[in-house]
Structures are given as C-alpha cells and as structure tokens.
C-alpha cells in the first residue's frame, strides 16, 4: 500500500474533513471489494483509491476496465442511519456529484444516464456501483464506487464504441487529484444535506437538470424483456416516470432496469 500518489487528495480531505481516512493503493482487485471486505472497520467517510484495478466491477457481475494511471477509481464507506429502500438517492447523489464536478473543473456537457453512468456526447465516461449490507431494514453500510475514465487515450476493442475519457473529450490532460477532490467535496455536500435534513432537492435539480433522458424515447430492459418508452420526469422521491409505449405511465425504482437509447447505448432521440 503507499500512501502518497494521490497526495492533494489525501491533504485537502485532512483539513476539510479531519475524521477522514484515505486509503491509497498501487493496484487492488477492486476498491468496492476492499471496502466491503473491510467494511466493519473502515469509519464511516473513509476513502479508498487505486491507481489500477486488476478486477474491477461493474452492476450485476460486469467488468469495469480500470487500466494504470488513467482514471479515478474510488470507494466512499459510509455508515448513515437509513432505510434500505433509500440506498438508490446515494446513487442519485453520487451521480449528481460526479457530473457536476467534470462540469465544474472541465466545462464539458456531462450528463447524467438515469440512474449510475454519466456520459459524454453519447459515450460513457463514469460509471457507479452501490453495494449495501443491511440488517432487517436498516443499513449496516454503504460502499459508493465510483469510475472516471480521466486520462485515458484508448479503450479495449469492446469498449471503443461506447466509453471515453474525459482527455479524450477536452483534448487535454486532466488533473485526477483536483478532479477527485471536487467530486469528494460535491458528494460529502449533497450526502449531508440529504442525511441531515432530509434535503434531496439540489440533488434531484442536478439529476433532472443533466439528464440525459428526460423527453427522449429509451428502450426499458428488464432481464429479456424490452418496452419502448419515453422518459418523463424524476419524481420527488427519485424515482424516473415513464410513458410505455401502450400509454401507460410506470415508476422505475433505480436500479430496476436497464436503459438504452433508440440509436445506440446512450444516442436518444
Ligand atoms: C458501472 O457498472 O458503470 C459501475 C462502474 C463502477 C466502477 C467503480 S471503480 C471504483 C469501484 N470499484 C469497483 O470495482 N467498481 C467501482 P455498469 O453500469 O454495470 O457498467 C459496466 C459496463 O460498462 C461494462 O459491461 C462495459 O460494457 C462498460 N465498461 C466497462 N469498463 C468501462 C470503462 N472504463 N468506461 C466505460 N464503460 C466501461
């Protein structure tokens, strides 16, 4: 393990959040199997990264491709006192942060996949993975990964059409630890507002506001299963409305299914 690669990170987390542990590794299988493996003695708030990721997960046993150097692979711990049912806002929250900061730092048109990619001119550039241990209803913790192809220039042959970087999309070199550090800093504001006062409201702006999807036709797909449909609105409680396509409108819980657009992954009309 060495503890200095990521070092503005590690220096602005100890003077802004003192209670704050940061984790840095060379390389890990996967910073979320860390967390979890190690979740009953991490503090709530601590921090893990890696420079590599030799196993890196995506949802439902995908990979995620997390090459030397190139990107921000992340895990928040965190231990709050909800609901399982609200694990979903923390994805919400998390996407909304993540978005808001390459916007912030890069000017570039990030928005956000309902409900855990964020994507660039129709091409992923972050994706999210929660993973959550709980006991009858409640949260034992929430391990909140988080992926940013940053300074990649290429991608494996099975990813060219559909991921990219953020170099990629500004043409230039990015800083990862100014990046990682205003992600950090958006999530831990919209994580409290929500965990404090129970505010999700800045957060479902930014979903809403960055949506990739709002108004456009999506392909809903759920196991093998796929329903035409447009994408409506987020409700008040995250949840995204949708108009089937034999005028029926759903509420689709984060998480549920997955969506494409008409014209490829993440290309809506
Ligand atoms: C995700 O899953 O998008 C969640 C990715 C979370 C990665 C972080 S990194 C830190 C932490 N530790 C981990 O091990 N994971 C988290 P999903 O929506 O299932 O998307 C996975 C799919 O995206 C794959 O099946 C590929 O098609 C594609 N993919 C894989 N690697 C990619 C990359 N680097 N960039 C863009 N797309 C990728």
Known sequence: MKGNKLKEVGDFLKMNYVEQKIINFEIIDSTNNYAKENAE????????????????????????????????????????????????????????????????????????KWSNDIVIAGKKVAGILIEASSELNEIKY??????????????????????????????????REKLTTKIVENFWELYNLYINDLNLEETLYLVRRYSAIIGKRIDLIQGKTIRKARAIDINDDGFLIVEIENGNTELISSGEVSIRGRKGYASFD
Request: charged share 25%; with cysteine; glycine share 10%.
């Open 142 to 175: 929430i391990i909140v990964g988080i992926g940013v192809n940053v300074n990649n220039v290429k991608f494996p042959e099975d990813l060219k059409e559909k991921a990219t970087s953020l170099f990629i999309e500004s043409c230039k070199g990015v800083d």
């Open 41 to 112: 003695n991490l503090n709530h708030g601590t921090i893990i990264l890696s420079q590599e990721q030799f196993a890196g997960k995506g949802r439902m046993g995908r990979e995620w491709s997390s090459p030397k150097g190139t990107g921000i692979w992340m895990s928040i711990v965190l231990k709050p006192k909800i609901l399982i049912k609200d694990a979903t806002k923390i994805t919400q929250i998390a996407a909304a942060a993540t978005c808001k900061s390459i916007r912030e730092l890069l000017g570039l048109e990030a928005l956000i």
